[in-house]
């Protein structure tokens, strides 16, 4: 089963923007905090921005100044508005929804991704 399902992914020129939108199901966007993930060639996946439910955000340092994480509850959805990118962004972008099952451990739930390129 498809529990979250990315778009918005392309080919920008760097200094421009970009929204990736990741839909989700009622029970995963409610009960989860989510996040987006990216992971370049060669590189390790690294989160990228997270919102819980009741709308607190974490984001990276490299992104924090240029990203926005937010979420639209009545369409149980998630985006990440992009802006000021970088080649260094290129990556493909992963939503992600986490669930804590204990104090120690987390469950996690992921999109296929999409793919954003940055050109320099």
């Known amino acids: 089963q498809v529990l979250l399902v990315e778009s918005g992914g392309g080919l920008v020129q760097a200094g421009g923007s970009l929204r990736l939108s990741c839909a989700a199901s009622?029970?995963?966007?409610?009960?989860?905090?989510m996040g987006w993930y990216r992971q370049a060639p060669g590189k390790q996946r690294e989160l990228v921005a997270a919102?819980?439910?009741?709308?607190?955000?974490n984001y990276a340092d490299s992104v924090k100044d240029r990203f926005t994480i937010s979420r639209d509850n009545a369409k149980n959805t998630v985006y990440l508005q992009m802006n000021s990118l970088k080649p260094e962004d290129t990556a493909v972008y992963y939503c992600?929804?986490?669930?804590?099952?204990?104090?120690?451990?987390?469950?996690?739930?992921w999109g296929k991704g999409t793919l954003v390129t940055v050109s320099s």
């Open positions: 009622r029970s995963i966007f409610s009960n989860n905090a």
């Open positions: 992600n929804a986490k669930r804590m099952a204990t104090i120690s451990s987390a469950i996690d739930y």
């Open positions: 919102i819980t439910s009741r709308g607190s955000t």
